[in-house]
């Protein structure tokens, strides 16, 4: 300050203009004195705070790069994730720079790679389809017997009005499998549920399937009313499913249904041992409900290839322990060469519990478990659908489903539509959705009249009681909310409590403007991948629960949280307010990411493992015959060392 005070009362000086007077520069000398005495403060003063200004300009530009950075890094991670953050209205916080796309898209495929587990070469560069699948068969695994083995069964034969009728189950394991055994071949045994099931096979049980174009065969296994109460609807139904996702059912285990259990297990061992034709068969054992399969067919075939997938969550020991025969349903499993699951999560589950309930050996560096002599590799195989989808070459155009489907449902043609496709299972959340529409209308009274829900759900474990509730509450939440809003003809909600067929179920997906997948809890869900492979016109939008497997690869959905329903509502909200270039570009990646993973890589990865340790053991036995021979006498003599 005294600085400033003084340069002000400088004494004034004049100063003549040289072109037009010609006349020296006049300065007095006091003027001068005091320039002088000014600089010399000027540079005292600059010295003693020097550090401090420069500090404070230090701080003020870090702070600055912080914030750009920050902000710079928030907008790139949510643009390769595909999950930027969404105005109210449905739009972007901030448009990307058209340059930027082709850069995103392909850092997006770098970071889908990495987040998938690693791959043998083998597997990442082959283009995944029922030839490629065929071949990895005959090269890697040349003249490999195929046997399947499942509680559902492909195609069922039922008996209505004197005529027997083909019906293809809702089921997920069903859509993914079929295809894999329609391009490998072999046997599959399950059991037979329909009511004209034994009126169309032969002696053995065997029908050849798919009908007209056979190329595999079905081998059906009939259950007593006491075997199937027990064991499907008592021990696997009652107590693992439950036990397995995390909706706040309590499990309920009994003697008697596990008596069951062990006797159904048995019973399905025992075909397949019937039915291999060879020592070292390649048998893939699907979910809960032969969790003791894996070892007893093992006892029986020590040298096959077992290959058990787990198709729902696999819960933490603490949840786990619940189970009275834990550790013979961890035995059980561990008879398999490979052990499957839909995510790394559920595999370290896995992992956990049997360090905690066995006596194991576990190398957590390759994921895998010693019980015994039998070494079981631990893995993530996130299940898929085939790509393309056969269901979808014999569809309308997109404006001929839309058409359709509406006049069918009665929905009025300028009506946006959401639908929900699933079976009627507590853990679908389907009440849930409906209140999340409820909280849509409450929010945004706007779409009241211009947007309707409509929700295909079969009936299934009716016998069940909870089975029964969950029902009766999704349709007592519909005829509420459709009470409180619906209006000249409009209903909010159209639920159909009825099975559909797989080419009736994608012409809804190619009608919809957003598909609904609320999962409490699930292990992959592949409603959500069959959305995204019907719309092959890159429309359409996906609304995922983040409890449902598929969030961890369909990270361009709206992902929700299904107990949140305001914020589930917002997100019905923003699915239908997004701009159709936004809209596009997500189903562009979702598809990208399906047809990439597909039904023939998770069968190709699994059988590619299979093949590698075949020939590792093959390897090792080689290795044990050279160490040891026997002379003519009978002794043991070491050959080479």
């Not at 639920?495 to 292990?523: I, N």
């Amino acid at each position: 300050m005294q600085m400033a005070v003084r340069f002000l009362l400088l004494p004034q000086v004049r100063l003549v203009d040289i072109g037009r007077e010609a006349a020296p520069l006049v300065a007095r000398p006091a003027l001068i004195a005091a320039t002088l005495a000014l600089f010399a403060e000027t540079i005292e003063f600059a010295g003693d705070n020097l550090a401090a200004v420069l500090a404070l300009l230090g701080m003020g530009a870090a702070v600055a790069a912080i914030i750009v950075t920050r902000l710079m890094r928030r907008y790139w991670i949510h643009a390769m994730y595909g999950d930027r953050p969404m105005k109210s209205d449905g739009n972007d916080g901030a448009e990307m720079a058209p340059q930027a796309k082709p850069l995103i898209r392909r850092v997006q495929s770098m970071l889908r790679s990495l987040h998938m587990p690693r791959l043998p070469g083998k597997a990442i560069r082959v283009n995944w389809s029922p030839d490629s699948l065929r071949s990895v068969l005959d090269k890697e695994l040349p003249g490999a017997e195929v046997l399947v083995v499942s509680n559902r069964e492909p195609y069922i034969h039922n008996l209505e009005d004197g005529h027997i009728t083909l019906q293809r189950p809702a089921s997920g394991l069903v859509t993914a499998l079929e295809p894999v055994m329609r391009a490998c071949g072999g046997i599959w045994i399950a059991h037979a549920s329909g009511s004209a099931d034994q009126a169309v096979v032969d002696a053995e049980g065997h029908l050849p399937v798919p009908p007209g174009a056979p190329t595999y065969t079905l081998r059906r296994i009939w259950l007593s009313e006491e075997e199937q109460d027990g064991y499907y609807y008592g021990f696997a139904n009652e107590g693992m499913w439950p036990l397995c996702h995390i909706v706040f059912i309590r499990p309920t285990f009994r003697a008697s249904d596990w008596e069951q259990y062990v006797a159904v297990n048995r019973k399905f061992a025992d075909a397949v041992i019937a039915e291999a034709r060879t020592a070292d068969p390649v048998i893939l054992v699907q979910d809960y409900h032969f969790a003791l399969l894996p070892r007893m067919v093992r006892e029986r075939l020590p040298e096959a290839t077992i290959i058990t997938f787990w198709h729902i969550p696999w819960p933490n020991p603490e949840v786990f322990g619940i189970c009275p025969w834990k550790e013979d349903i961890l035995s059980g499993l561990l008879g398999s060469s490979i052990l499957g699951f839909h995510t790394q999560f559920h595999c370290l589950n896995f992992l956990e519990s049997a360090d905690r309930f066995l006596e194991c050996q576990i190398d957590r560096e390759h994921s895998t478990i010693r019980a015994g002599e039998v070494s079981t590799l631990v893995r993530p195989y996130p299940i898929s659908i085939e790509w393309p989808p056969a269901a979808l070459s014999h569809q309308a155009p997109v404006k001929a489903c839309r058409e359709s489907v509406h006049k069918t449902f009665g929905i009025a043609p300028d009506v946006l539509l959401a639908v929900g496709v699933e079976r009627f299972d507590y853990t679908k959340g389907i009440a849930d959705r409906f209140h999340a529409m409820e909280s849509l209308l409450d929010t945004h009274p706007e779409w009241i009249g211009r947007v309707t829900l409509l929700q295909i759900a079969a009936p299934t474990r009716t016998r069940l009681a909870a089975y029964r509730d969950a029902q009766a509450e999704a349709e007592a939440v519909a005829q509420a909310v459709n009470a409180r809003f619906g209006r000249n003809g409009w209903a909010p909600i159209v639920l159909v409590a009825r099975h559909h067929e797989p080419d009736a179920v994608f012409t809804l997906f190619r009608a919809a403007d957003l598909c609904m997948v609320s999962s409490l809890h699930d292990g992959m869900n592949l409603v959500a991948k069959e959305f995204v492979a019907a719309r092959d016109d890159e429309d359409g939008v996906l609304v995922l629960s983040t409890f449902a497997g598929a969030s961890r690869e369909l990270r361009e959905a709206l992902i929700v949280n299904p107990y949140d329903i305001r914020a589930m509502g917002e997100a019905i909200h923003a699915a239908l307010s997004m701009p159709a270039e936004q809209r596009r570009e997500r189903m562009r990646l979702m598809r990208e990411m399906v047809g990439e993973n597909n039904i023939y890589f998770w069968a190709g990865r699994m059988l590619l493992d299979a093949a590698r340790m075949r020939k590792r053991r093959n390897i090792e036995q080689q290795a044990q015959a050279d160490e040891v021979s026997t002379d003519e006498w009978g002794r043991k003599r070491v050959v080479n060392g």
